[in-house]
C-alpha cells in the first residue's frame, strides 16, 4: 500500500482568515502602472500584428476586393458614370479557386495587363490555350487541337441569364413597356389597354388568334455605342393572365436559320389534338414539333421567359424550365438562310379563340462580338500554349485582346524597351513614353516612363504588333460576386 504523507505538525496550512489574502504587490512584475501600461500595449500590438498578418495571407492567397473603373463589362459589372452620379461596382475576387479549377471559358477573370504590369484588367475569357479562335455573325467558336470542325463555343443558362442586355433605342433608356414599339399583326379586336396592361382578344372562332410584334430593328447597341450589326440572340419575358377559359397563348422568334412557334394551351384545350408544343421550322421548310407538357390555367398570371441563344431554345414557365432544344453545335457556312426584307422576329399575343392581359413585357439581346483588331470575320486565330483570349461584355466599349498593340523598341546597347502604342510618341530628338500616374495607366510593360534619346535607338527596327493574350501566370483571381452598391448585390457569372 501506498503511503500518505501528511503535512508536518509544524507547517501551518493558514487560518480561514487568511486564506486568500492577497500578496503584497512591492517587488512583484507587472504591477506597477507603467509595466500594466507595457504589458497592455505589447499585447494589443501583437493582436494587430497577427491580425495583419492575417490580413495580407488572405489578401495574398485567398480573396481581394476591387472597384470597377470603366464600362467595359456592363451590363455584367458597372463602372463609374459620374454624369448620372453612379459609382463603380464593387467586387470580390477569389485567388484561391485558380488552385484547385481551371480557367474556364465564359469566366469573369483578373488579370495583369500584358502592356502594363502595374495595372489590373478584368474581362471574360473567350479564348482558351492552343485553340483556334474564331467570332462569326456575332458568335465565339472554337477549334480545339486535333478536332475537325468549329464548334460554337455555348454560355451556360446563368451565365447567359447574368449579360442579357435590355434592348434600347437610340437614346432611349432601357423599358419594360412602350406602347408605341409594339404593332398589331393580325386579330379582329387589335390593342386594347387597361392602365399599364396589354389587353389582346382573338374574338369568337375558335382558331381566331390577335398578335402583336415588335416592330424595331434589334441592333448591338448600348447606351448610344454600338456598330448597328442586327442581332438574333433574343429573350422575350412578360407575365399574362388569361380571362378566358379556353385558347392559348402563342409566341414567335426566329434568327437568321429556324423560325420557333411557341404554343401554350388552356387545360381546357390541352387535349391529345391541342396540346402544347414547340414547332421549330428550317429555311429549307423542314420542321419538327416539339411538345411540352403544361396546360395554363385560367384567371392565374404566368411568367414566361423565351429565350434563344448559341445555337439553344429556353422556355421557362413561371420560374421553371421546362424545355431545352438544342439545334445547332458546329460552325455550317452553308445552311440556308431566311430572306428576311422588312419581316420583324418577335411576336407574341392569344390564339384559339383566347383572351389575356398581358404586362412586364421585356425584350433582351445576348453580346454581339465582334471581330476587329487582331480578328476578323470568320477567320480564325491561333491560340498559343498557356495564353487566354479575353472581351469585355460591352464588346464596343472595351480595350481587350482584340485592340492591344504593343510597340518594341530595342537599343544600341542590346535592350528592347516594350509599351502600349497608345503611351508611345515620337520627335525630332528622342522617343517619349508617357505615363498618367493618376490613373495609373502608361509607361512600359513595368509602369515606367522615359525619355529615350534616337542617338540610342535602332530605328529601322521599331516593331508594332497586336498582342492579344493573357499569360496564365498572369491571372491571379476570379470575379465571386457584387458585394456594393446592395441594389446590385450578386454572384458573377
Known sequence: MSEIKLPDSSESIGSPKEIGTPLPSAGIPGNTPGEKFAESLRSNLEIFAIAFLMAMIIRCFCIEVFKIPTSSMEPTLLGNDYRNGIQG????ANKFALLFQPVRRFDVILFKFPLNQTTNFIKRVVGLPEEEL??????IYCRPEGNDQFRLAKKSFGTQESIWIPVVRWGDKPHLLIRDYFESVSGPAGVGWQGDQMLLDAGPEADGENLVRYKETIQDVYKNNGGGERVFDLKLAFRFKQTSSSGGIKINLANRYRRFEINLVSRENNSAEGASFVSVEQADKKTHLLPLAVALAAETEHLV????FDGTLYLKLDGQVILEHSYQDVLDRDQETWAWSSEKRVSFGVSRGGRALFRDINISRDIYYIAEGVMNEGEPIVMP???YFVMGDNVHNSKDSRKWRIKRIPLKDGRVIRCDTGYYQRNYDNITITRNDD????GDVW???????LDQVKEDEIEEFYYGYVDANHIF???IFVYWPLSRFKLIK
Not at 474564331?134 to 458568335?139: L, W
Not at 490613373?439 to 502608361?442: A, D, E, L, R, T
Open 89 to 92: 461596382d464593387r467586387i470580390i
Open 305 to 308: 421567359e423565351v429565350m434563344n
Open 439 to 442: 490613373k495609373n495607366k502608361g
Open 477 to 479: 483571381g476570379k470575379a
Open 447 to 453: 509602369g515606367v516612363a522615359s525619355v529615350i534619346p
Open 385 to 387: 500554349a498557356n495564353k
Open 134 to 139: 474564331m467570332v462569326y455573325e456575332g458568335d
